[in-house]
């Protein structure tokens, strides 16, 4: 498991928000000025391996609770976000609370004994309903207390609403190690957004001239803005460079890149 944080001292600060990001694939925090927003303080666990369960992410992340001290100062308050694969949007001319299980059979295999909850997003008037990780949740509640949580497409779908003013349709991919997520924005609203699982170049480039064929986006014009765990020198960036004219990285002002050992456009749900 590899390790990375930025080196200010928190001691002194009062009044903080911890934000805590997790997947299969690792673990990520950031702690921000409540007054001022700004983010004083980011740290990134990258697990060696994809983990195959939710019982190994609970290890993991208890694990990394027990070896982290800054997990253990007190927060104002504290937000999580579920990074799956596990969601769908649905309108809210659609939406009926009592369906929530037909709507993600639709896309994806539930149990019977999956809880399913929903994320409203008023700026596209949808809800975002996915599946948490309520063993992770309830490990953080003992020992937090009450805290918000969101799935991560609905803040990336927020954050890239309020940054985006094209007005024509623009594609942004977040990128992890498996995943990609696809939103299509025009102006504010709302195209398609999706997620997809890729093994190699050939499947990540396949998912995005696919959908770009299907809204009928011109390769050689279509603007096409890459966030997460992409570089210039990457074969995912060389390749989608290979069939889009106009490929870009959609970074970050945070300040805190400047203490930080990465691109500007990584990590963009938390630090975007």
């Excluded at 001292?9 to 009062?14: A, R």
């Excluded at 074969?235 to 870009?248: E, G, H, M, R, S």
């Amino acid at each position: 498991m590899k390790k990375s944080s930025s080196s200010i001292s928190l001691k002194k600060t009062h009044n903080k928000i911890l934000s805590i990001q997790f997947s299969l694939d690792g673990f990520s925090f950031c702690v921000s000025d409540l007054i001022s927003k700004e983010i004083i303080y980011f740290s990134e666990y990258i697990f060696d391996e994809t983990l195959n369960s939710l019982e190994d992410l609970s290890e993991k992340i208890k694990s990394i609770f027990n070896e982290d001290p800054i997990l253990h100062y007190e927060y104002n308050e504290v937000f999580v976000i579920h990074q799956n694969s596990l969601h769908t949007l649905i309108p809210n001319d659609f939406f009926d609370d009592n369906s929530l299980n037909s709507y993600l059979d639709f896309n994806i295999k539930t149990l019977q004994t999956d809880y399913i909850t929903f994320d409203n997003i008023t700026e596209i008037e949808a809800k975002n309903v996915y599946v948490p990780y309520v063993n992770i949740n309830n490990y953080l509640f003992q020992n937090f207390g009450e805290f918000e949580y969101k799935h991560h497409t609905t803040i990336l779908l927020e954050k890239l609403i309020q940054k985006n003013n094209f007005e024509e349709k623009v594609m942004f991919v977040n990128v992890t190690k498996n995943t990609i997520d696809i939103i299509v924005l025009e102006h504010k609203k709302l195209i398609l957004c999706n997620s997809f699982s890729y093994k190699s170049k050939e499947d990540f480039i396949y998912y995005i001239l696919f959908i770009a064929e299907q809204l009928q986006l011109n390769n050689e014009e279509f603007k096409l803005y890459f966030t997460g765990e992409i570089s210039l020198e990457s074969d995912l960036y060389q390749i989608a460079y290979t069939y889009i004219k106009n490929v870009y990285f959609l970074e970050s002002s945070q300040a805190i890149f400047k203490e930080l050992d990465a691109k500007k456009h990584s990590n963009f749900i938390l630090l975007g």
